[in-house]
């Protein structure tokens, strides 16, 4: 067992500062517990950043000042130090880096590993003294990346000259191959790769179902397909960082009308959590967990300006889920951010939703919908309505707003360059309102 110090830095307007220590407890590669302490000059400090709403709040600074905090519910880790490591993926990339085999390395050197563009605010580093990894990565290195991400999936060494795959591929979560790039104006770019020997273009088709999200009016970033050689790739704009001059923050909704960088602007950064942090659960038990809960969740964490639409959104969102089959909606694929404007934690932007053909006529999502559990049809999602604050109208609603671009989602992937082959693949995934809904629920909406 050997214990290990780290110091978390946050970045308040720009720059990152020291906000506290952290102590992991080890045992090879497992993390048995996690403490830390924020520093006494950081809470005092204008604008200092909670790390997370749940085990490490900033609202009673004097109950915490100078003690040590252990994560809730007797998790071995925070929540929001958690969101800040990479998962399946950017271990892949770091273990190829390190030379080490698959999950063997301990949490400490995977937090550390991670790099400068991780996810959020934060940056997790050896001492006080260390300092900030960074590694610029173009949309121009992208036939790199690829080439070295197709060589990390097949276990090969990586040349000297496809490097630029360990500044750029480490730093976010998620399984599938991805990179985050700049482009020419310095903006933050997540650019998602096709797996090898993968049959579905997920590039197109992850991409398309994303702006057709945003035409049902849900909250998307921008998204974005290019060619790569015989590659397609799929590019979406980070949300968490913006641009403005020191002492500033964006507009009110500024989180969805991203701002870009320029003369006298600095990038600052959005802080970040998991859904899995706002449950204060670990993957093992989140297959257990429901959509209602993720609406209680908002209604005790996120700032009460937002609660009632970030929860419509959130119902939205499972329609959408259950239309489309993305059953891979697990809690890591719901975000928050911690809004600057208004203050307080919020419902991030839309991000991986991915269609799953299938053919069977039964069909689950991952998190549940309603009380008929994972079962993915309108009538379960109907039934938790309460849980988002809707009447059974404003439901109905919602259902019909989505049901009617979806209805039409051929017409939308065509007018967004998807190709018919596209189209093709994913049909087995999208869902006829009458195989998910009883003819009472139909009756319902306007
Ligand atoms: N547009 C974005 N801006 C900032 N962070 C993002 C964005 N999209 C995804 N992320 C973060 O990156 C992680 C991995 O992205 P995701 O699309 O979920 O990949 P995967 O398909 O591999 O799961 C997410 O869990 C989230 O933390
Ligand atoms: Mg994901």
């Given amino acids: 067992m050997a214990k290990r110090e780290l110091t978390v830095f946050a970045n308040l307007d720009g720059e990152f500062v020291p906000a506290g220590l952290l102590e992991l407890t080890e045992k090879n590669e497992r993390l048995l517990a996690s403490e830390f302490a924020y520093g006494t000059r950081y809470i005092d400090r204008p604008g200092a950043l909670e790390i997370d709403p749940v085990s490490l709040a900033l609202t009673d600074k004097e109950i915490i000042r100078g003690r040590k905090i252990f994560p809730k519910n007797g998790l071995p880790f925070f929540g929001g130090i958690r969101d800040a490591a990479p998962d399946a993926w950017g271990r892949r990339v770091i273990e190829a880096r390190l030379h080490a085999p698959p999950n063997s390395l301990p949490e400490s050197v995977y937090l550390l590993e991670a790099g400068g563009e991780r996810v959020g605010a934060l940056d997790i580093r050896e001492s006080r003294e260390s300092e900030q990894k960074n590694g610029h990565v173009l949309m121009t290195d992208l036939q790199y990346l690829i080439e070295a991400a197709e060589r990390i999936e097949a276990g090969l060494p990586v040349p000297s000259h496809l490097e630029v795959i360990f500044a750029g591929g480490?730093?976010?979560?998620?399984?599938?191959?991805?990179?985050?790039?700049?482009?020419?104006?310095?903006?933050?770019?997540?650019?998602?790769?096709?797996?090898?020997?993968?049959?579905?273009?997920?590039?197109?088709?992850?991409?398309?179902?994303?702006?057709?999200?945003?035409?049902?009016?849900?909250?998307?970033?921008?998204?974005?397909?290019?060619?790569?050689?015989?590659?397609?790739?799929?590019?979406?704009?980070?949300?968490?960082?913006?641009?403005?001059?020191?002492?500033?923050?964006?507009?009110?909704?500024?989180?969805?009308?991203?701002?870009?960088?320029?003369?006298?602007?600095?990038?600052?950064?959005?802080?970040?959590?998991?859904?899995?942090?706002?449950?204060?659960?670990?993957?093992?038990?989140?297959?257990?967990?429901?959509?209602?809960?993720?609406?209680?969740?908002?209604q005790r964490y996120c700032?009460?300006?937002?609660?009632?639409?970030?929860?419509?959104?959130?119902?939205?969102?499972?329609?959408?889920?259950?239309?489309?089959?993305?059953?891979?909606?697990?809690?890591?694929?719901?975000?928050?951010?911690?809004?600057?404007?208004?203050?307080?934690?919020?419902?991030?932007?839309?991000?991986?939703?991915?269609?799953?053909?299938?053919?069977?006529?039964?069909?689950?999502?991952?998190?549940?919908?309603g009380p008929q559990g994972r079962l993915a049809s309108l009538d379960n999602a109907m039934g938790s309505r309460e849980k988002f604050g809707l009447g059974e109208k404003d439901a109905a609603n919602i259902i019909a707003r989505v049901w009617r671009e979806v209805r039409e989602w051929k017409i939308h992937f065509e007018s967004f360059g998807a190709s018919g082959r596209s189209i093709a693949q994913a049909e087995p995934a999208f869902r006829h309102i009458d195989a998910i809904s009883s003819a009472g629920l139909r009756q319902k909406l306007p």
């Fill in 170 to 298: 480490s730093a976010l979560g998620g399984a599938r191959p991805k990179a985050t790039v700049r482009d020419a104006h310095g903006i933050l770019w997540l650019a998602k790769f096709s797996s090898a020997g993968e049959r579905l273009n997920v590039p197109e088709i992850e991409a398309a179902t994303l702006r057709l999200a945003g035409l049902c009016g849900m909250h998307v970033p921008e998204v974005r397909t290019v060619s790569i050689g015989e590659r397609r790739v799929m590019l979406i704009r980070r949300f968490d960082r913006y641009w403005a001059t020191r002492g500033t923050i964006p507009p009110p909704d500024g989180m969805f009308e991203p701002t870009h960088p320029g003369p006298g602007l600095l990038e600052k950064r959005v802080p970040f959590v998991s859904g899995l942090t706002l449950l204060s659960c670990d993957e093992t038990d989140a297959r257990t967990r429901s959509y209602g809960e993720l609406a209680e969740a908002i």
């Fill in 303 to 369: 700032h009460t300006s937002v609660v009632r639409d970030d929860k419509r959104e959130l119902f939205a969102r499972m329609v959408f889920n259950i239309f489309v089959t993305n059953d891979d909606d697990h809690l890591r694929n719901h975000g928050f951010l911690w809004d600057p404007a208004i203050k307080g934690w919020r419902l991030s932007p839309l991000y991986d939703v991915m269609p799953r053909p299938s053919i069977s006529s039964e069909r689950y999502l991952f998190l549940a919908p």
